[in-house]
């Protein structure tokens, strides 16, 4: 039976991108769904054409007045490059009113790289839904944030790569990309970033909310995982880690 679980093995060509920024917004309530139907028409291929990449774009499923989105960028200067561009630009500028009008926060920005070559987003089959479409996925994304005091160590990528990452498949998950913080300095200010956060994120995919409860429930029964897995991974983390389960919106590549 497959376990779900994405090659690690590959190399980083193959995969999207080098940079990836998880940017978690909180909106005013009931302003989600308009900031998405903004987004889904406006955002996506007016960005894609400077050099970025929406990588997805998402609902929380357990806050109404949560955006969360991916962007991805080949290298920090051409990150600067892009953004600068974007929201320098005619399609920001006509919409940034309406789109800033829906948020009360939108610094929640973590800037992160793959931890290991091949361990970032593969899209090279993936087709993003026409403009018009607006039927939402049932499947769900969920993003799983590790904090540690220092730096992430190789040891600790190794450990999930050989121990989490074998066991949470075995349990459902379908192992998309994980990543670690990218610690260059933010190459444009004019968007704060979380600066001096050392994470490991990973994001797995589900078919829908039932798959997803399914492999909540074998987790918690691995025995492996109980006495063993979870007690070793607490003992690297610093707090509690962050789970977001996440809809994609109808245009989201993943």
Partial sequence: MSTGIAPASGSAAQTCCPIVELRQYTLHPGKRDVLIDLFDREFVESQEALGMKIIGQFRDLDNPDRFVWLRGFSDMSLRALALADFYGGPVWKAHRDAANGTMIDSDNVLLLRPALPGSGFSLTEKIRAAPSTKQIPERVILTTVYYFAERVTDDFVE??????????????????????????ENTFPTLPVRENENVFVWFARFNNLAAYDSYVTTLARSAGWREKTSTELACHLKGTSERLRLSPTARSLI
């Fill in 159 to 184: 450990f999930f790569d050989k121990k989490v990452r074998p066991e949470v498949g075995a349990a459902g998950a379908a192992i998309l990309a994980y990543f670690v913080s990218e610690q260059s």
